[in-house]
């Protein structure tokens, strides 16, 4: 069995540092949801996922992402005060987060060389973003270091 408390201040550390990244990809994918639905040309010519990526795994990971990262930031900012169900409400959704990536990334592995190309070579301004999104995120993990979490045993900083 895995137990996390040792690695509580590793996992916060990695939990918000994903966060702004993880919100940019949510707003680019559902972005381009919304001008393949409604039409665009430039989107409908690229084509839709297969139907069980677009309206079995799609839905699943984006909520288990909310929900875990959601979760996640109620317990370090509140610890126990709301009950130890949000312990069991982050668990469940980590782990339905991480089927939902597994099976989202195995079915798009033939074309992660070419994803792996594409941002190498994106234009500046996607690139810019990219890499904003992870200074962010290492502006804010760092940052919340410095938060003294009320959750139990001193995971947190300060």
């Known amino acids: 069995m895995l137990f996390i408390r040792p690695l509580l201040l590793v996992h916060y550390f990695v939990g918000i540092l994903l966060i702004p990244p993880l919100a940019a990809k949510l707003f ?21 996922q297969p139907l069980l990526l677009r309206f079995g795994v799609a ?5 288990s992402t909310v929900a875990v ?6 317990l370090w900012v509140f610890g126990l005060r709301f009950g130890g169900g949000w312990i069991s409400a982050h ?7 991480m089927f939902a990536v597994t099976v989202h990334s195995l079915s798009h592995l033939r074309h992660s060389a070419e994803a792996v190309a594409d941002e190498v070579s994106a234009p500046r301004p996607r690139r810019t973003l990219i890499t904003a999104g992870l ?4 502006v804010l993990a760092v940052a919340s270091l410095t938060y003294a979490t009320p959750f139990p045993s001193s995971a947190g900083g300060g």
């Open 135 to 138: 200074v962010l995120g290492g």
């Open 28 to 48: 680019s994918t559902g972005y381009r949801f919304f001008r393949y639905y409604t039409n665009d040309p430039a989107f409908r010519l690229a084509g839709a």
């Open 91 to 97: 668990t469940l959704s980590a782990v339905v987060f």
């Open 69 to 74: 990262f959601g979760t996640g930031l109620e």
């Open 59 to 63: 839905p699943v990971l984006v909520v």
